[in-house]
């Protein structure tokens, strides 16, 4: 075809795709497992330092480093094969080798990770796995199920066994999902004779992807019972805030720096617990999301996994999702009581505004009052005044007539006051 510009993103998530391949894996045959979370939230979380750690790994075995930004690699150290992948939130680590202790679930099995390199991994352990790959014990009719039977009650503990016979009959795969005494979770594949390597190895793969997320999962069960702790005081707190709001308006303005103070902790309780309530979310749907592709089928009247994960982690499914409604409705709650608390001091101030116009225009009918109280003084006062001086003028001219000072301004004084008030009205109407 004639060239043509490729996205800049096109080959990496084509080979997205095809990243973290399953591990080959003959029987019998011992593996191990091992998941490292980062102390630090998956945005701030170190990559390089997960990358020095494989790298110190691979130096003991003189074994190749992957690319720089790899995040996921496999290659033989000494007899074992090994497996590392890098996610969002933790590292996993996967050593296996053919044969088999003796000793059922040997601790041995870990020899692939010497202790004193665990002891200096980045991180914390979520979980780690033993695994015990074995040919499945047959009989000229099939699977022999006593033998098989024998090994599992030995193995673990009956009461949480979960047992299954998956992909259609190539392997049967147990686990209890219980901590042993080495601090590993048991788990045993029993490989139909003629169920090849790689199948194998996804089967493996998709056991541990489901006690990695099962378990990181679980993370959020913790962070769930942290919540419902601290939302039990808010919401005590807001119920108690919500009964006194039919109390005064300065009670209001009060109550509602209150909420304020409310609201702005359980906006910082859901983002602090949003990502993990988010992940739980994701990684339950992967955890039933791989038990699914197993393809159970019931073996010996047994609990499957499917069934293990209905009765166990559900449950703690369903507790981490109530967290997560009450917190949002929660928050809701608060939302409208702080509308409501917002309305009744807005009414208040309204009230308390109203009253003050009133105030003011008795006020303003007050100061009319005074003013025209002055009006009338300022006529007098200008009368008088007016007429002292009109009668100066006219004196002369009165007196051929007889009259004397008494009155001319007995005269005047009508005449003045009329003109005076006039001259005042004219001026105030034209003001107004």
Same mark, same amino acid.
């Given at each position: 075809?004639?060239p043509?510009?490729?996205h800049?993103?096109?080959y990496?998530? #084509?080979n997205?795709?095809h990243?973290r391949?399953?591990p080959?894996i003959?029987v019998?045959?011992t593996a191990?497992? *091992?998941?490292? +979370?980062?102390?630090q939230? &998956?945005?701030?979380?170190?990559r390089?330092?997960d990358?020095a750690?494989?790298a110190a790994?691979l130096?003991?075995?003189?074994?190749p480093?992957? /690319?720089? !930004?790899?995040?996921?690699h496999?290659?033989?150290?000494?007899?074992?094969?090994?497996?590392?992948?890098?996610? #969002?939130?933790? #590292?996993?680590w996967?050593?296996?080798a053919?044969?088999?202790?003796?000793?059922?679930f040997?601790?041995?099995g870990?020899?692939a990770?010497?202790?004193?390199?665990?002891?200096?991994?980045?991180?914390?352990?979520?979980?780690s796995v033993l695994?015990?790959?074995?040919v499945l /014990?047959?009989?000229? @009719?099939?699977?022999d199920? +006593?033998a098989?039977?024998? +090994?599992?009650d030995?193995?673990?503990?009956s009461e949480?066994?979960?047992v299954a016979?998956?992909l259609?009959g190539?392997?049967? *795969?147990?686990?209890?999902f219980?901590?042993?005494s080495a601090?590993?979770?048991?788990?045993?594949?029993?490989?139909?004779p003629?169920?090849?390597?790689?199948r194998?190895?996804?089967?493996?793969?998709?056991?541990? !992807?489901i006690?990695?997320y099962k378990?990181?999962?679980?993370?959020?069960?913790?962070r769930?019972?942290?919540?419902?702790?601290?939302?039990?005081?808010l919401?005590?707190?807001?119920s108690a805030?919500?009964g006194?709001?039919a109390?005064?308006? $300065?009670q209001?303005e009060t109550?509602?720096?209150?909420?304020?103070?409310?609201?702005?902790e359980?906006e910082?309780?859901?983002?602090?617990a949003?990502?993990?309530?988010?992940?739980t979310r994701?990684?339950?749907a992967?955890?039933h999301d791989r038990v699914s592709?197993?393809?159970?089928?019931?073996?010996?009247g047994r @609990?499957?996994?499917a069934?293990?994960?209905r %009765? %166990?982690?559900?449950?703690?499914?369903?507790?981490? %999702? &109530?967290?997560?409604?009450r917190?949002?409705?929660? $928050?809701?709650?608060?939302?409208r009581?702080g509308?409501?608390?917002?309305?009744?001091?807005?009414?208040?101030?309204s009230?308390?505004?109203?009253?003050?116009?009133?105030?003011?225009d008795k006020?303003?009918?007050?100061?009319?009052r005074?003013?025209?109280?002055?009006e009338?003084l300022?006529?007098?006062?200008? $009368?008088?005044?007016a007429v002292?001086l009109l009668s100066?003028?006219?004196?002369?001219f009165?007196?051929?007539?007889g009259?004397?000072?008494?009155?001319?301004?007995?005269?005047?004084t009508?005449l003045? *006051? *009329?003109?005076?008030?006039l001259?005042?009205?004219?001026? %105030?109407?034209r003001?107004?």
């Open positions: 075809m004639p043509i510009d490729d800049p993103l096109r990496a998530l #084509t997205e795709l990243a391949p399953a080959v003959t019998p045959s191990a497992f *091992v998941a490292i +979370k980062s102390p939230d &998956a945005a701030a979380r170190d390089g330092a990358r750690h494989l790994l130096d003991r075995f003189g074994a480093h992957p /690319p720089p !930004e790899a995040t996921h496999a290659c033989d150290i000494g007899r074992h094969g090994l497996k590392w992948e890098n996610h #969002t939130e933790f #590292t996993t996967m050593g296996f053919p044969g088999l202790s003796e000793r059922a040997d601790p041995s870990y020899e990770f010497p202790d004193d390199w665990l002891a200096a991994a980045p991180g914390t352990r979520v979980t695994f015990r790959l074995e /014990p047959m009989t000229g @009719q099939g699977p199920s +006593k098989l039977a024998a +090994k599992l030995d193995w673990f503990v949480s066994l979960a016979s998956v259609d190539a392997a049967v *795969v147990a686990s209890d219980r901590i042993d601090g590993h979770i048991r788990m045993a594949v029993f490989a139909h003629e169920t090849g390597a790689r194998i190895g996804r089967i493996v793969q998709r056991l541990c !992807e006690e990695t378990a990181m999962s679980m993370l959020g069960l913790a769930a019972r942290q919540v419902s702790r601290d939302m039990g005081d919401d005590r707190r807001l805030l919500v006194g709001m109390s005064q308006a $300065s209001a109550a509602l720096t209150a909420l304020m103070a409310v609201s702005a359980l910082k309780l859901e983002v602090s949003s990502f993990r309530f988010g992940a994701a990684y339950e992967i955890v592709v197993l393809r159970e089928t019931r073996l010996d @609990q499957t996994l069934e293990f994960m %009765r %166990r982690y559900d449950p703690a499914m369903r507790t981490v %999702r &109530a967290a997560e409604t917190l949002a409705v929660l $928050s809701e709650r608060a939302m009581a509308r409501l608390l917002s309305t009744q001091v807005e009414v208040a101030r009230a308390q505004n109203q009253e003050v116009l009133q105030s003011m006020r303003a009918a007050l100061q009319l005074l003013q025209h109280t002055v009338g300022s006529v007098v006062a200008i $009368s008088y005044y002292g100066y003028v006219a004196l002369p009165a007196a051929p007539f009259f004397g000072k008494a009155g001319v301004m007995a005269l005047l009508p003045v *006051v *009329v003109a005076v008030w001259a005042l009205r004219r001026v %105030r109407s003001l107004h």
